[in-house]
């Protein structure tokens, strides 16, 4: 009944910047962290940056300082704003969210958006 959904991923070139998007909805009663996950061909999903409901944020050692989370707790969205971009960043880029959905059950799980592609080549 919850749906990420999730835009922005595309080519760019070395240097460039991109801005994801993710937006949650449906039955929501309640979301906590939020994150972007990627993963490359041959390699795990890892996490590339995490932000909690209160705003604070984690980053992967190899995206500091040049990417950005940030949420709308007002729109159940969050957004990775990402620059200086290396060809090390192509991979599929995953929405995550802890939602609680019910009014009545302080139960949480962990949803995943159906991911969007980065690529970063000359």
């Known amino acids: 009944q919850v749906q990420l959904v999730e835009s922005g991923g595309g080519l760019v070139q070395p240097g460039g910047s991109l801005r994801l998007s993710c937006v949650a909805s449906?039955?929501?009663?309640?979301?906590?962290?939020m994150g972007w996950y990627r993963q490359a061909p041959g390699k795990q999903r890892e996490p590339v940056a995490t932000i909690t409901n209160g705003g604070r944020t984690n980053y992967v050692d190899s995206v500091k300082g040049r990417f950005t989370i940030s949420r709308d707790n007002a729109k159940n969205t969050v957004y990775l704003q990402m620059n200086s971009l290396k060809p090390e960043d192509t991979a599929v880029y995953y929405c995550?969210?802890?939602?609680?959905?019910?009014?009545?059950?302080?139960?949480?799980?962990?949803?995943w958006g159906q991911g969007t592609q980065v690529t970063v080549s000359s």
């Open positions: 449906g039955s929501i009663f309640g979301i906590g962290s």
């Open positions: 995550n969210a802890n939602i609680r959905i019910s009014a009545i059950s302080l139960r949480s799980n962990d949803y």
